[in-house]
């Protein structure tokens, strides 16, 4: 094994039905996935502009469920060097989930690698990747 430790929980059983955050990082020498376009210090102030890679993550992520039914996303955020998943497992995997979240990186490794061979001559307009970041979570308010 190499120096690098792995995080997964001792004896969790990775089959089986529950709710997964996982953070996927990007490997040196990989573009950004995405930069912050802060116009104020609000929800709706802060936008998330997609690289081409993030572009090809993102539509990834939409058809996880295509590499297995059993797996949904449930919420995700594209950073420009990470990725965060709120995955749920549905029922019982045949395999282990890292076997499927590793399917999901070597299709995203192939369409990267595939982009690259192509390199568009036509950049994309400034605002065609940015998309509204939407909170995660609501904080709770208590009235007396």
Known sequence: MSNKQSKRKQNHNYKAPFKYHIT???????????????KELTPQGVKLNYSSTGIIIYRNLKSLSEIEPKIRLLQYIIMPDHVHLLIQVTQTLEEHLGKYISKLKSTISR?????????SPHPAKPNDNQIQIKPVLKMATTTK
């Open 24 to 38: 996927i990082t990007k490997r040196p020498g990989i573009p950004i996935f995405s930069s912050l376009i802060i």
């Open 111 to 119: 369409q990267l690698h595939y982009a690259s061979l192509q390199q």
